[in-house]
């Protein structure tokens, strides 16, 4: 007994001076839509709701609770960008919700002003939290709404993000077909059972704890960011218990009767019921973590080195249609505006080292969530960041404003937003106690003036006027323009995007009769241009807006500046491959914007804005041919191939029936390879009259949100004639393929009246080379644009295909991953082609070899990188040092798991250039390492 007491006591003795795990967790939750008053813990002036919160109270006072923190934004989706990004939403032009359409007034005869183009996406460029987290061993998973696309369900999406794991069901939230009907049971079979406390039960809240168990089970590190649709409309509620308990504490007889008037405040029993079930799922989650032993850290519990951050994406919304939701009182407005009540928010950090029991006005903003989870993990801080890093002031003195600190180490005292979106139209800053707001739509009108000015907290950080009832911009001029003046640096440093006056309202608007007209656009050999009047306003700006999807349901828009002189009248650019519609927009000196087409007005519009643009089409400039083959399937230089069993059915059609249909086949590379041909078996006889009969062929890189085109021709089909089961190949352009994932894709350009033909699928017995087969669908009339934009996948029916090459290794044992296809002897003639082939290709003509004796030790070398962290390689390569003049560009890219989309530059960095000789340099630059890291070199050229 003596021994057992001492062992057990021993292990105890030990297990509590086992150290901190070196990378704490983080549970990132982020409300929908809830205001500043609507937790009771910050309800603390009169009127008092009768809102109830009692586990974000508890969380309150088991950490800190900040009353100056604030959203990114007034609205959802640019506060979520902000947020993973760290980056401000002006600066990644993602500033309001439903982004990605053309830019049009919301009345074209009275609308004064309309919104600028912007984003619908966080661009996969950027870098989210789990993608910095992910090289230092993290599990990162996403759970509820998304909304950093233009469709929830859209790319990109969190997997794409950089999350592991990822469940966007809507679960207790999921919309009701009646509110006073259809509440949750104890009825096993009821999707929303009842739970023991009497709550509904919520899936979302299911999986983000199913990953919580799953990370603790594989003792990693993890980041949750749980995205609750609550309490974003419809303001509903499946547990009847909750809305009868606020019905009766606000006065109303139970059961509602539907016409029940809520008026403004804090007056809706739905809304608070909401409010409560957002509380009570935030109380499982921080409960799972109380109660659940870190494997980590043995003898403690997960919360004890898990950092727990609640917030809200914006304000409270204020009113739905008639119906009172809540109010921000004592803070102006909501949701959509910049005051007080539309960005101010609920901010609790708790857990980890966090002190408890303190409240804060220190000032701090969802940017900030980013760099503080970095410091917290004892990572380094990247210097694209805009928020900035609040560990010292968590941890030392949550209550101390000069722990906030800027990268130079000034105390941060400075924030901005920026709102260029109907029902605001304004810039903001605030710097210390002051926030001024600068106005778009002032321009003829009296009710709006130029600037508006409050002070919000005198010097003595007192409470003055939060309300923002007393604009003081009149007495403060010289305030006024200090602070204009700080918010202009900003807006232009973030290239933010600002409003535009139409020129079609019909009241006054100076300058409204000088603005230029576009005369005329086109295209030709895939470059659109556009003439204008050049007697008028000058132009500043030239906008192409384009889609690749056009007449999808998740239709999205893509900006780029146009290069132009505006003495000229015109401007051009290459249409960016896969475009199937465009529109320029110009803007003058004065902020006009006009279109080269009516692309009408958002107040009557329906259906995307392709059903206003005229459909564009990019021809291909190469022909492909197509010849007969034989009744077996090909195995002489054959790639990949796959027979099997086959059966009838992959149509690409397009002769006036419905729907039109594409179709095309994933297949993934192993090996640098050069492809040349494509064989496929006829499940029908057809016979092609005299006369242009053209398909289009495209094979292309395909992953994720990635496509990148490498084959792209015509098949003509003129006067052919093809026989049942046999096979036919088509010859295209030879084309070198690094290793990854691919398709080929077939349909028809247009609509013709013998657009039709089959070819045949395999049924799936035996081993598939191809990896999914692909097919789309379009209402008639239209067109299938390729590469497809939203396909259909089959995993097993694929079709029976072979593709012709041969695998290439120029590198003698490397794999030629930087590779691409040959290219005409060009101005140096020999020294372009060192091995006489009568072609140079981009190794040979990016280092001056011949490709055959390659030594690739002589031309880039990588190690560990001697001046930064334990982790990092120093990759070291050869570049021309007239690169730019040749057209070529060398681009170092990293990854940690070799997907498509995981290739980026964004972790590599130039740090030193050296001259080797009059036409070499060598280049060292610092690829930021992880556990398992792969480095590559990519190089491209012009044709």
Known sequence: MKMLRYAFYLFFFVSMLQARPEKPNFVLILADDLGWQDLKCYDTEAPFSVFESPNLD??????????????????????????????????????????????????????????????????????????ALAPHGYYSGHFGKWHMAVGHNAEPGALSQGFDVTSNTRGVHRAMTDRLSGFATTDPADPYQLDANGFAYDQLTEDAIGFLQDATTNADPFFCYYASWLVHVPIQVRTESLLQKYAGLMGYSYPLSGSEIFAEGQNNPYYAAMVET???????????????????????????????????????????GTEGITDNFPLDKGKTHAEEGGIRVPFIVAGGEIPSGITSEV?????????????????????????????????????????????????????????PHRTAFHSVIRKGGYKLFKEYDYLDNPAIDPYRLYELYDTNDVRTDIEEMNDINASEAVLVQTLSTELETWLSDVNASVPHYNPNYTGTLTNKGNVPQVLASGDSNSVAWVTFETDKAEVVKIELIYTLDGGHDEEEWFDLDVPFIFADGTASIPVPAGTTHYVFNLIDENNFLVSSVNVGEIASNTGGDSTRVPAYFDEPSETATIQYFGTTLPTSSVVMSQAHSELNGAPVNNDGGDPIQSSGQTFTLTKTTELTALTLQVAKNYTFSAGSKKMLLWIGEYGGATTETLVYEWIDFDALSFTALEYYTINFQDTIFTPGKYAFQLTWSEYGAEHDITWRRANGSGDLAGGERLYESEVAPGVVSVPFASPAADDVKDLVFALHGQTINYLNGFTAWGVSKSLPVGQDGAEDDPDRDGFKNLLEYSFGTDPMSFTAANYWSIGTDPEGASWDLQYTYLRRKDAASRGLTYEVQRSTDLSIDSWSSQWVTETAVSSVDSEFESVTTRVEGSDSVFVRMKITGNE
């Not at 659940?292 to 994406?313: A, Q, V």
């Open 58 to 131: 508890a969380l309150a006072a088991d950490g800190i609770l900040f009353r100056q923190g604030y959203a990114p934004a007034p609205t959802c989706a640019p506060s979520r960008s902000g947020i993973m990004s760290g980056r401000f939403p002006a600066r990644v032009d993602n500033t309001h919700v439903i982004g990605g359409e053309v830019p049009k007034p919301h009345n074209n005869n009275s609308s004064r002003i309309m919104d600028p183009y912007y984003s619908a996406r966080l661009e996969l460029e950027e870098i989210t939290i789990p993608e």
């Open 278 to 320: 957002l509380d009570y799922n935030v109380g499982r989650i921080v409960d799972y973590l109380k109660n659940t032993d870190d494997p980590r850290w043995p003898g403690h519990k997960l919360i004890e080195n898990t950092y727990i951050i609640f917030t809200s994406d914006n304000g409270g919304k204020e009113v739905t």
């Open 363 to 419: 000032m701090i903003n969802g940017l900030d969530i980013y760099p503080t989870i970095l410091s917290l993990a004892g990572l380094p801080l990247p210097g694209r960041l805009d928020g900035v890093d609040l560990s010292d002031l968590l941890l030392s003195d949550a209550q101390d404003p000069t722990l906030v600190k800027n990268p130079d180490q000034s105390e941060r005292d400075t924030m901005y937003w920026h709102y």
